[in-house]
């Protein structure tokens, strides 16, 4: 069984950056997707980020020029670079690898815990 424990979120200023981490254990890191995903209160999760294990990246519309994904596979670590944030951006923001379906689904098998994303005007 896998874990995936998010860290990097806080408060930040409109325009502002923020870089979240996802550190995976339990098992091979390379081998599988990992997704980036964000619930604000009342709405649904939403597909954000993910990178294929073979580097490849896709992107949500709204993130699109703001976001950058990447994975450090000899850390087990997926990244999320947030630059630009705007206050629509606040939200738990959850890593999850083992897509079920297709990778930008919230069909994953295995999620971390979540962490706050808060952007301020």
């Known amino acids: 069984q896998v874990q995936l424990a998010e860290s990097g979120g806080g408060l930040v200023q409109a325009g502002g950056s923020l870089r979240l981490s996802c550190a995976a254990s339990g098992r091979t890191f390379s081998s599988y997707p990992m997704g980036w995903f964000r619930q604000a209160p009342g709405k649904e999760r939403e597909f954000v980020a993910a990178?294929?294990?073979?580097?490849?990246?896709y992107y949500a519309d709204s993130v699109k020029g703001r976001f950058t994904i990447s994975r450090d596979n000899a850390k087990n670590t997926v990244y999320l670079q947030m630059n630009s944030l705007k206050p629509e951006d606040t939200a738990v923001y959850y890593c999850a690898t083992d897509p079920r379906t297709t990778i930008t689904s919230p069909s994953y098998a295995n999620w971390g815990q979540g962490t706050q994303v808060t952007v301020s005007t």
């Open positions: 990178i294929g294990s073979s580097g490849r990246v």
